[in-house]
């Protein structure tokens, strides 16, 4: 589970939003060439949409996600890779992200 910073309001006055909880865990691993998984999970209140990144906060890589869920992504088997759930509203947006090494 994740503790987030108190809830703050955004550029127009509105509320951004807070995570609940957050995870990334590594579901498989990277043996006999097979490509490895990472699941994500989370829970956010106050979101409007939920997108998933991968390398940046910018490398979108799923949008239209629900405000609690999990996802499985791919794990790059030769070097860690970290991964992003972004969480939106008209107040902002709220990032959490980890690193995953295979």
């Keep these: 589970m994740l503790t987030s910073p108190p809830q703050t309001a955004g550029d127009n006055g509105a509320l951004v939003p807070?995570?609940?909880g957050f995870s990334a865990t590594a579901t498989t691993g990277c043996a006999n060439a097979d490509p490895g998984t990472v699941e994500l999970?989370?829970?956010v209140i106050g979101t409007e949409s939920v997108s998933i990144a991968i390398g940046t906060d910018t490398q979108v890589f799923r949008t239209g996600e629900p405000p609690a869920g999990s996802l499985d992504v791919p794990l790059d088997c030769a070097a860690s890779s970290t991964y992003?759930?972004?969480a939106t509203n008209p107040g902002g947006r709220?990032?959490?992200?980890a690193t995953v090494a295979p």
Excluded: H
């Excluded at 709220?94 to 992200?97: A, I, L, Q």
């Design 41 to 43: 999970k989370w829970e």
């Design 94 to 97: 709220t990032v959490r992200s």
């Design 18 to 20: 807070v995570f609940f």
């Design 84 to 86: 992003f759930v972004i």
